[in-house]
């Protein structure tokens, strides 16, 4: 059993509040500091079929506590004959150049680059698990303190004398088992999250091709084999397409407007996945006549049409009547015979942005280009049937997203708790 209690009882720190029974320690009492090199790349034998783990800053991100493998490995003579350092099991990884705040543990004995400062824990003194909670919590506290060149830096003296709080190891083991299980319940929905993305690519990859039970099938010039009682047409023959207008600087800002007035990055903004409903700037009648711009309908579907982020092929559709701005250009179907959630999913799975930009100085996207492409064009009640499909599968994707942000929300707030000694735990 586990009891969580209150406490009343602190004292004031350099790193803030923490219980009178905890201490603060200097990461050079704790932990002993090791800093990893690369071999010579010019030297092939220091490379070719290595087998070593050669851990540099891209191999860490911050889904994964611990590390197994790298991208490249190094062989034996690599390791003999560089500053590339082993490290062992439960080393506590932390990226001290370039993306500083990076933090992994090691899974395994494995070997560092010099990006890498590897703290290798005092066990009767720090728990690994303990440790790197501790440093993810402070990690905004410990970038602020690496000096400024070009970029961020942390020396290794900056290291030794960063401070973290140190409770009793009892304590420290039940904190990182709790921090630990959160982290495995977000790591299963990620793989649900995952699974379902591939299912739906499958998804896609067979009905927007055969479609729903067919058995005669055609071939079309222009789009390969599809099913005999599908058309294929050109998209400026079913939908319109139309541009964004100019949003100069003096009408941005608004908050509250009758319409949202999107840009490419509101795309990313949360809730925004799959149908765009709201966006950093809004716009009222009188701002759109002075614009000169038109609100487009819900169905819409848009894309960026201007830059590299052509490359990320973000593809939405407007979920309220709103406008956008000119790097984004707009699909709205034609008449009775196009469904929207159709085209979109066409779009998403089929329609690579990139293959029909021009790659000038600044790729772009022309109207005719679009206009031209052809694509296939079941029955109405086929396509609306393929789109509920995929649909239901986007809405449990939806669902999971929201049970993965609220488990990052709540790990957060007990993170915040147990790192602080806001709460204790003891068994």
Not at 191 to 196: K, V
Not at 376 to 390: D, F, G, S, T, V
Request: hydrophobic content about 40%; charged content about 30%.
């Amino acid at each position: 059993m586990v009891e969580f209690y209150r406490e009343t009882e602190f004292k004031e720190t350099e790193i803030g509040r923490i219980p009178t029974e905890w201490r603060v320690v200097k990461l050079g009492d704790v932990a002993k500091n090791v800093m990893g090199g690369t071999p010579s790349t010019k030297i092939a034998e220091y490379w070719e079929n290595g087998d070593i783990v050669w851990v540099t800053a891209t191999d860490i991100n911050d889904e994964d506590v611990y590390i197994f493998d790298s991208q490249k490995k190094i062989t034996k003579l690599g390791l003999e004959n560089s500053n590339a350092k082993l490290v062992p099991r439960g080393a506590v990884l932390m990226v001290t150049t370039a993306s500083v705040g990076k933090l992994a543990i090691a899974g395994k004995e494995l070997a560092i680059n010099q990006q890498i400062t590897a703290l290798i824990p005092f066990a009767d003194k720090i728990l690994s698990e303990f440790l790197y909670y501790a440093l993810r919590y402070h990690r905004r506290r410990y970038i602020r303190s690496g000096g400024r060149t070009t970029a961020i830096h942390i020396n290794q003296r900056m290291v030794r004398n960063f401070c973290v709080p140190l409770p009793p190891l009892e304590e420290q083991e039940l904190i990182a088992g709790i921090l630990s299980s959160m982290d495995e319940a977000i790591r299963a929905v990620d793989a649900s999250i995952a699974e379902y993305e591939r299912l739906k690519r499958g998804l896609m990859q067979e009905l927007l091709t055969k479609g729903i039970g067919h058995k005669e099938f055609k071939e079309e010039a222009e789009i390969g084999r599809i099913p005999a009682s599908w058309e294929a047409v050109r998209l400026g023959k079913v939908a319109s397409i139309v541009h964004g207008f100019a949003f100069p600087l003096k009408f941005q800002g608004k908050k509250n407007g009758k319409y949202p007035f999107i840009k490419v990055s509101d795309m990313n903004l949360p809730g925004n996945e799959k149908y765009v409903t709201k966006a950093e700037n809004t716009v009222d009648d009188e701002d759109l006549s002075q614009l000169r711009a038109r609100v487009y309908p819900p169905g819409t579907i848009i894309f960026p049409k201007i830059g590299m982020v052509i490359r990320l092929n973000k593809k939405r559709i407007l979920g309220v009547h709103a406008t956008f701005d000119n790097n984004v250009m707009g699909v709205i179907p034609k008449g009775e015979n196009v469904d929207s959630e159709f085209l979109y999913y066409y779009f998403l799975g089929k329609i690579d942005l990139w293959h029909f930009a021009q790659t000038t100085t600044t790729p772009s996207i022309k109207k005719s280009t679009i206009e031209r492409i052809y694509i296939p064009l079941p029955p109405l009640e086929e396509q609306k049937r393929i789109a509920e499909i995929l649909s239901s599968v986007d809405a449990v994707l939806e669902e999971k997203r929201r049970k993965k942000a609220k488990l990052e929300r709540m790990k957060k707030a007990v993170m915040d708790l147990l790192l602080t000694g806001k709460v204790r735990v003891r068994a």
